[in-house]
Nanobody
Framework: QVQLVESGGGLVQAGDSLRLSCTAS????????MAWFRQVPDKTREFVAA????????YFADSAKGRFTISRDNAKATVYLQINNLNPGDTAVYYC???????????????????WGQGTQVTVSS
């Protein structure tokens, strides 16, 4: 079975930094595009960042450019999301997603990914 397990969330103060992790199993990790989405209550899940299978190309939502970095370690089957200078607007459940074959125009669509983790809560206090 395919499993994606996020970790690294928690309660932090504005201005702090976090490094979220998502470890995959049950798939050939090096062949999959990986992505991060986030969701708050009563809102749709929104795209944050994505990274291609080789790690050579990354993509970011406009709202994530500057403070967010996505990276991966294929040897560890893990994708990371580094968030710097957190603010209360970053409070959300952060999910990782995986898809082996996804085209450029679909990268930001939540309905185009085959696999999802359970999410990790990030809460930023002011």
């Amino acid at each position: 079975q395919v499993q994606l397990v996020e970790s690294g969330g928690g309660l932090v103060q504005a201005g702090d930094s976090l490094r979220l992790s998502c470890t995959a199993s049950g798939l050939t990790f090096r062949r999959y595009t990986m992505a991060w989405f986030r969701q708050v209550p009563d809102k749709t899940r929104e795209f944050v960042a994505a990274i291609r299978a080789t790690g050579h190309t990354t993509y970011f939502a406009d709202s994530a450019k500057g403070r967010f970095t996505i990276s991966r370690d294929n040897a560890k089957a893990t994708v990371y999301l580094q968030i710097n200078n957190l603010n209360p607007g970053d409070t959300a459940v952060y999910y990782c997603a995986a898809d082996e074959r996804i085209i450029l125009s679909s990268l930001r669509r939540k309905d185009q990914y085959d696999y999802w983790g359970q999410g990790t809560q990030v809460t930023v206090s002011s």
